[in-house]
């Protein structure tokens, strides 16, 4: 039996929780996981190169264990930039330090990370003047307007000329899409080395927990936050990758 499964078999149908043993294997599961997992960071990272200035701020909403960050700072080890990181589950922002101290004496740079143990909708969100947030795979677990009032909490601590992305689930409105999206998806996850029983013991775990909605949905869940000119950064079949602005110019 895989390590995969066993972690979902340990839920209950629609009991998926971020507890501490999946803190411990969550970077190998997510990378199996979520398509293009690695792809997705790698974009979000090199966007910093124009939306985060030396000593700016990154803020991350559902930072799990740091993987965001530490793309970033691997990027720019000399560009001082400070992380607010924010999560729900403290053993995946004790795992986030230990990885982003060992990388920052690995590249030289400086880690400079505030750690927040938080459920983003309620806030309170104690960073000012972001210049990057993240909301990379997290709004998904989220009812919309929950997800608004996480949005509007960011917006509020967004610097005017911030930026916002967010990476989620989505829920193709055509069920042929869907159905392909579904299919394809399971093939992905098969050829990383995930077993159709772990495959299968994942999704009986989410039910109920993820919530996709369409990607206009979303779009206009940024809108209705705040954020202004949403934009499709990246998409693949059922994922997708979003940006916006503070400002509307």
């Known amino acids: 039996m895989s390590e995969d499964t066993d972690i979902a078999e340990r839920f209950d149908t629609g009991g998926w929780q971020f507890t501490p043993d999946v803190a411990e294997v969550f970077d190998d599961h997510v990378r199996a996981s979520v398509p293009h997992y690695d792809v997705i960071q790698d974009l979000v990272a090199e966007t910093t190169d124009w939306l985060v200035p030396a000593g700016g701020l990154v803020a991350d909403l559902g930072a799990s264990t740091g993987a965001s960050a530490r793309r970033i700072l691997e990027r720019h080890p000399a560009r ?3 992380f607010a990181l924010y999560d729900e589950q403290p053993a ?3 795992q986030a330090a230990a ?3 060992k990388l920052a004496a ?3 740079g400086e880690y400079d990370a505030t750690l ?3 459920r983003i909708q309620d806030g309170p969100l104690v960073h000012e003047d972001a210049d990057l947030t993240l909301c ?4 998904q677990f989220l009812p919309r307007q929950e997800r608004v009032k996480a949005l509007r909490l960011a917006r509020i601590s967004a610097a005017e000329s911030g930026a916002l992305i967010v990476a989620e689930k989505i829920r193709a409105i055509d069920s042929r899409w869907a159905e392909i999206g579904s299919d394809v998806a399971h093939d992905y996850k098969a050829d990383r080395g995930i077993s159709d029983a ?5 999704a009986r775990a989410l039910r109920g927990v993820l919530r996709p909605y369409p990607q206009q949905t979303t779009m206009q869940a940024m ?7 949403p934009e499709v950064l990246f998409r693949w079949h059922s994922w997708a990758v979003i940006g916006a602005f503070a400002s509307a110019q």
Do not use: C, P, Q, S
């Not at 990379?136 to 709004?139: N, P």
């Not at 772990?198 to 994942?202: F, L, W």
């Open 106 to 108: 690995k590249v030289g």
């Open 223 to 229: 809108a209705d936050a705040g954020w202004h000119a």
């Open 116 to 118: 927040n143990a938080t």
């Open 136 to 139: 990379l795979f997290t709004l």
């Open 99 to 101: 990885e982003l101290r």
């Open 80 to 82: 001082g930039i400070r």
């Open 92 to 94: 995946m922002l004790d």
């Open 198 to 202: 772990a495959i299968r013991a994942k």
